[in-house]
T-cell receptor, first 113, second 114 residues
């Protein structure tokens, strides 16, 4: 079993729909990241969370540390949101300055016009 | 604002050749991470450096080595390349501190081994 599990693995929706992507993890963490990867490879960091909720434009990320669960929401989805969304965690502890990421398998989101 | 720079962006090599990938972190960032993403795979952590010292090691083959230089840029050296080394290699940088730090990713180097 992977330390970081995402669901769904693939999601297709119509423009304007509200999107939710879920992430569950099994290890203690110091932070959780939501990343976006477009075709062609580049990774963009969307959010880093250690508690509560963060909002940036149409994107909202929440985390429940007790339940080891995070969600990424996209409101008023648009075709340009089509990408792979990756949940990644920084395992707790470790040497300061060495916070490697453990990645989920990604959710491939396709928004149709 | 300056981002993480990786070079080259694309690289084609033959089996048993060597390759060197370079990563230039965001100015003043002191920590560099290397990740490997095979076709259709999750990124996997390879190795990290903090203040020019190796700070953590993941699933990096013995054929690979890396270092961080005095200007904080890092190089990943890959020898005796195998077909399975074909992947997207990401570098990320961060600024170490007491609080959690965001990692900023470079665009990646796509390596194809023929």
């Amino acid at each position: 079993k992977n330390e970081v599990e995402q669901s769904p693995q693939n999601l297709t929706a119509q423009e304007g729909e509200f999107i939710t992507i879920n992430c569950s993890y099994s290890v203690g963490i110091s932070a959780l990241h939501w990343l976006q990867q477009h075709p062609g490879g580049g990774i963009v960091s969307l959010f880093m969370l250690s508690s509560g909720k963060k909002k940036h434009g149409r994107l909202i990320a929440t985390i429940n540390i007790q339940e080891k669960h995070s969600s990424l929401h996209i409101t008023a989805s648009h075709p340009r949101d089509s990408a792979v969304y990756i949940c990644a965690v920084q395992p707790g502890g470790g040497i300061q300055g060495a916070q490697k990421l453990v990645f989920g398998q990604g959710t491939r989101l396709t928004i149709n016009p | 604002a300056a981002g993480v720079i990786q070079s080259p962006r694309h690289l084609i090599k033959e089996k048993r050749e060597t390759a060197t990938l370079k990563c230039y972190p965001i100015p003043r960032h002191d920590t560099v991470y290397w990740y490997q993403q095979g076709p259709g795979q999750d990124p996997q952590f390879l190795i990290s450096f903090y203040e020019k010292m190796q700070s953590d090691k993941g699933s990096i083959p013995d054929r690979f080595s890396a270092q961080q230089f005095s200007d904080y840029h890092s190089e990943l050296n890959m020898s005796s390349l195998e077909l399975g080394d074909s992947a997207l290699y990401f570098c990320a940088s961060s600024l170490a501190g007491i609080a959690q730090e965001t990692q900023y990713f470079g665009p990646g180097t796509r390596l194809l081994v023929l």
